[in-house]
């Protein structure tokens, strides 16, 4: 029978949710690395023993923590992650150059095929790689060597790279985010980048439709059609059908454009997942309810999912990498909040329960589907 | 020999309680006690100093007999009493305050 394995990483550390195929009774085990911020943990599609979590502190600095068993255990592997040549300078808030600083990771994106190769997205941005199962890691500088890099500019949360998408029909076409310079693309395994970000329009900038310079939050893809991406901006849930090319705004009815999460029904390429969120500054559900959103059209039509969330007194977060989807059918949706809780779907997100509702903030949730 | 306490992140990390000790060859200075310390526990590379500058981690400090020796040079050399081990090296993590 099938199961399922739910990495949280938190603000406090990470624990592991398993549950049969039902994914009606969970087994919490954790925390693993009390204390410490898990930014993410995700598991390798190749071998799901295999399990990579990044670990960090303000004081301690950065560990990427490995596991061969689930997640039973853990063993530290290599946290040296260094600049390739002169680091350079990108701009800084006030638009003066700012030198490059490793600061964290906040995304580790295992190979779809090889469970000793992995991506990471750090802070300051920059795309680092590991075919050792993680003890050395090469910095992907084609990326930040970019002709644009000098001009990126951090947003609120830190210049981070923080999503990594593995084309599954051809591994070396690779999309990638960074806040705040926008979407870019590889089709050469990292070597070369093309910022996609035609279409995007961001008033924060003094250009709005500059090639980079724009807040994406996060982007999303259905294994069966890489072509089509979805993506939810600081403002704006966006759209591309040509690989990033060209991009069309999606955000149709929603309450607020803005969010962090957006992804995608694992067999349904144009049903997908957002929750809005209330901002510039207040970074909360909007009304006092937790709502996802879903469309079934590939964006512009959108139903509020409420069914097992609060919907009222809430205000929480849902940040960017802490919302998965199992491969089940029907899929499981899975999200986790600022507040400690996780919630999950068993119907493709019709009603939802917690899992847990005490942890602390969380950061990233991955989903395992398990033979 | 000299005894060196970590913080206890650090302690659960190197998957030590206590205080731990380590041989330090030549002259005992905070550079030749840190090397020691990484040799022997290699978990703990870049978590007390960067990786390539060596450089204090800005959150850690250093003390011993009752002084702070966080700016102190890396190369001057510990107390008599840290280098023949009746008093530990203490790495200290920042208070949180709150």
Redesign the interface.
Known sequence: MSAVRVLVGTRKGAFVLTSDGKRDRWDVAGPHFA??ELYHVKGSPADPNRIYASQS???????IQRSSDGGKTWE?VG??F?YDGVAGTHQWYDGTPHPWEFKRVWHLEPSLTDPDAVYAGVEDAAMFHSTDGGQNWSELSGLRGHGSGPHWTPGAGGMCLHTILIDPSNPKRIFIAISAAGAFRTGDAGKTWKPINQGLRSEHIPDPTAEVGHCVHRIALHPTRPGVLFMQKHWDVMRSDNAGDQWHEVSGNLPTDFGFVIDVHAHEPDTIYVVPIKSDSEHFVPDGKLRVYRSRTGGNEWEALTDGLPQRDCYVNVLRDAMSIDSLDPCGVYFGTTGGQVYASANAGDSWTPIVRDLPAVLSVEVQTLP | MIRVVLPPHLRTLAKVSGEVTVDVSGQVTQRSALDALEARYPMLRGTIRDHDTHKRRAFVRFYACEEDLSHESPDAPLPDAVASGEEPLLVIGAIAGG
């Open positions: 204390g410490w502190s303000s004081w301690f600095g950065q560990l530290p946290n040296k260094s």
